[in-house]
């Protein structure tokens, strides 16, 4: 392979210290696994970059000051074109399948582990994704093009402010110089991504898929010791870190359907070991809803539709349960048995994600669990979600007007403008008024309303509007900011991520929790990143 870029490292070290008055102490944990797991490499920052936004809350998870980003080097750094003392720059490899089908070896094609810091929140470690050509490029070019790093890093920074498990973004640099062939031509960007670890489901698979089981053991010890060391005591240490990672998964899937988020391509490269939301491309927040859509405008199957998210983490952790069975106790012996006592392992999912999504629902209904002794809630839940199918109403906008539902008046009440404004949304007022007449009687059951205190009706809605967010990523937010960034105007960038960062607050511009122009149904997004 080509690999011409390695040398073009300008600077080999910076001064330190920007990070705050002590100076990080970088290490790099992936480093410590042995050479068949990645290739240390420098990378290619951008040439003459600028900061585009970087987010004070991810500074803050690292113990980082939110002005981190203005000490001298801080620029050259998470453009990739200097290091830090201690830094151990290096690309991954991992394999993966892809839509369902096998796709051989991937690995990290345009990302660059920095290295890692510990931090009073635990151990992080950072990530340049776009940061250049790597061994593991294939076809690509090692970048990423500044339309779908914008959407990247306020997508991670929104998931994390909506208490999402999943990678985050630290800084988005750019460069108006680094020109990049997609479709037509654009400009490169880098985000600084930042997690425990961005071990995928991939990782397991290419060292198995390989037969190199000695590595495959070696990165399940490496995982187990520093991220499921509970399970190294477990009678079987193979079977609990699977149940740990199926259950994440669940948790993570279940606040995805419940927010209205699509991830896109959720193959298995793409699944991280901690149950986080990673690889950002063609996502999508639920406008209309409609349980059948496929954001990803390559997806042509539709294999990564909304309502089949769930089946397919549970089809992504099967392909994970392979690549571990050659860890499996007594596997040389009997592989069926190993194999069928490994995916019992994977039993504990469909209860983990019924109970985790009944549990989100719930609340965005403003639901309490105790009340619910005859097990009606899953029905109601159902039923609404079917009624906002019908009518393919506005998912986010429903819940948020469901908190100033007024149980205490007729659904149909002119002069109640909570029930007006809901119900104003569905065509069939009749189909609404009958689900809401069920939902007005079982709100009536709530401790609340029964006892009239200590709670009156108004912190119902605080409950709710506090897991009903206002503003999710639209499309169409994303894409303004895009088009003016694109156009050299980041203000767009950074004003949303303020917005994003507050996602369950009334916006003070209306229009970020409004429905989506017309212009937005045009908009398509694919896997060109
Ligand atoms: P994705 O579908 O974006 O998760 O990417 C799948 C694989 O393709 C990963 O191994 C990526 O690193 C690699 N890849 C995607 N885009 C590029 C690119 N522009 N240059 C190099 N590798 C890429
Ligand atoms: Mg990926």
């Not at 914008?150 to 108006?176: D, H, K, N, Q, V």
């Not at 409609?290 to 089949?308: E, I």
């Not at 392979?322 to 392992?345: F, R, S, T, Y």
Request: hydrophobic share 45%; glycine share 8%; proline share 7%.
């Amino acid at each position: 392979m080509t690999f011409p870029e390695t040398t073009a490292l300008p600077s080999p070290v910076l001064a330190e210290g920007f990070e705050g008055a002590e100076p990080a102490r970088w290490t790099n944990r992936f480093a410590t696994l042995g050479p068949q797991f990645f290739t240390e490499l420098p990378g290619t920052g951008l040439p003459e970059p600028h900061w585009i936004a970087t987010s004070p809350d991810c500074a803050a998870t690292l113990g980082w000051p939110a002005d981190w980003w203005t000490r001298p080097g801080a620029l050259e750094v998470f453009s990739g074109n200097a290091h830090l003392p201690g830094m151990r720059p290096l690309a991954t490899v991992y394999s993966g399948h892809q839509f369902g089908v096998w796709a051989g070896q991937l690995g990290d094609g345009r990302a660059l582990m920095l290295g890692g810091i510990d931090t009073p929140d635990g151990h992080f470690e950072l990530q340049l994704k776009g940061a250049g050509l790597t061994p593991y490029s294939r076809r690509g070019d090692g970048r990423a093009v500044l339309r779908s790093s914008i959407r990247e890093f306020l997508c991670s920074e929104a998931m994390a402010a909506l208490g999402i498990p999943t990678t985050r973004a630290l800084a988005l640099t750019g460069s108006a110089r680094l020109k990049v062939q997609r479709e037509t031509v654009e400009t490169g960007a880098i985000v600084t991504r930042v997690a425990p670890s961005f071990l995928r489901f991939g990782h397991f698979e290419h060292f198995t898929h390989h037969g190199m089981e000695a590595q495959t053991r070696e990165l399940f010890d490496h995982f187990v010791r520093h991220h499921a060391p509970e399970c190294a005591d477990a009678p079987n240490p193979v079977t609990a870190v699977l149940a740990k990672v199926a259950a994440q998964t669940a948790d993570m899937v279940a606040q995805w359907q419940a927010v209205g988020f699509m991830h896109g391509v959720m193959n298995t490269d793409n699944m991280s070991m901690l149950g986080l939301t990673i690889d950002y491309g063609p996502f999508g927040f639920m406008d209309g809803f409609d349980p059948g859509h496929v954001c990803n405008h390559s997806d042509h199957q539709g294999r990564y539709a909304f309502a089949r998210q769930p089946q397919v983490a549970f089809w992504n952790l099967h392909a994970l349960a392979q690549a571990l069975l050659p860890l499996m106790p007594g596997v040389e012996d009997d592989q069926d048995a190993a194999g069928d006592e490994l995916i019992a392992a994977l039993d504990i999912y469909r209860e983990r994600f019924g109970n985790a999504l009944l549990g989100a629902m719930r609340a965005k209904l403003g639901l309490s669990a105790e009340v619910d002794e005859r097990g009606e809630d899953g029905p109601l839940i159902d039923d609404w979600l079917r009624l906002l199918a019908a009518h393919h109403t506005d998912y986010t906008i429903a819940h948020r007007r469901l908190a100033a539902f007024d149980e205490s008046r007729a659904p149909d009440a002119a002069d109640a403008p909570g029930n007006a404004a809901l119900r104003d949304l569905f065509l069939d007022r009749a189909a609404f008024d009958a689900w809401a007449l069920r939902y007005a009687a079982r709100l009536k059951l709530e401790p609340a309303a029964a006892s009239a205190s200590p709670s009156t009706p108004s912190t119902r809605a605080e409950r709710m509007n506090a897991v009903n967010p206002a503003v999710v990523l639209r499309n169409h937010l994303a894409e303004t900011a895009i088009r003016q960034a694109e156009a050299g105007d980041f203000s767009e960038v950074r004003r949303l991520l303020e917005v994003l960062r507050r996602p369950y607050d009334a916006p003070a511009q209306a229009s970020d929790a409004g429905f989506p122009p017309d212009w937005a149904n045009d908009l398509e997004v694919s896997c060109s990143s």
